[in-house]
Nanobody
Framework: VQLQASGGGLVQTGNFLRLSCAAS????????MGWFRQAPGKEREWLAT????????YYSDSVKDRFTISKDGAKNTVYLQMNSLKAEDTAAYYC???????????????WGQGTLVTVSS
């Protein structure tokens, strides 16, 4: 499967963005889709995960009040709605697929190419 992330860009503090990640093949109900980000010089950080079959969501404490993960099963696409953006949200954002719940990047077996989000103050 190939994952294509999009929707990044340059926004001002307090604004919002919605990232999309489209899969080239069907995402099965046993899969989970996650979003991560990586800022320059920092490790890749887990943000959110959604179970494809049930829609149950999981969030990092750092974004749970501002970010929302969702899915469109018909389009095999997962989204990340990001509100009240801060300068510290500046990073490359990645989507990824897993077969069991995890917040660890190594447990995700397919990755999108990343989309850059820059938040200016």
């Amino acid at each position: 499967v190939q994952l294509q992330a999009s929707g990044g860009g340059l926004v001002q503090t307090g604004n919002f963005l919605r990232l999309s990640c489209a899969a080239s093949t069907r995402i099965f109900s046993s899969h989970l889709m996650g979003w991560f980000r990586q800022a320059p010089g920092k490790e890749r950080e887990w943000l959110a995960t959604i179970r494809w079959g049930t829609g149950r969501t999981y969030y990092s404490d750092s974004v749970k009040d501002r970010f929302t993960i969702s899915k469109d099963g018909a389009k095999n696409t997962v989204y990340l709605q990001m509100n009240s953006l801060k300068a510290e949200d500046t990073a490359a954002y990645y989507c990824a697929r897993a077969t069991s719940y995890s917040t660890t990047p190594k447990d995700y077996d397919h990755w999108g190419q990343g989309t850059l989000v820059t938040v200016s103050s």
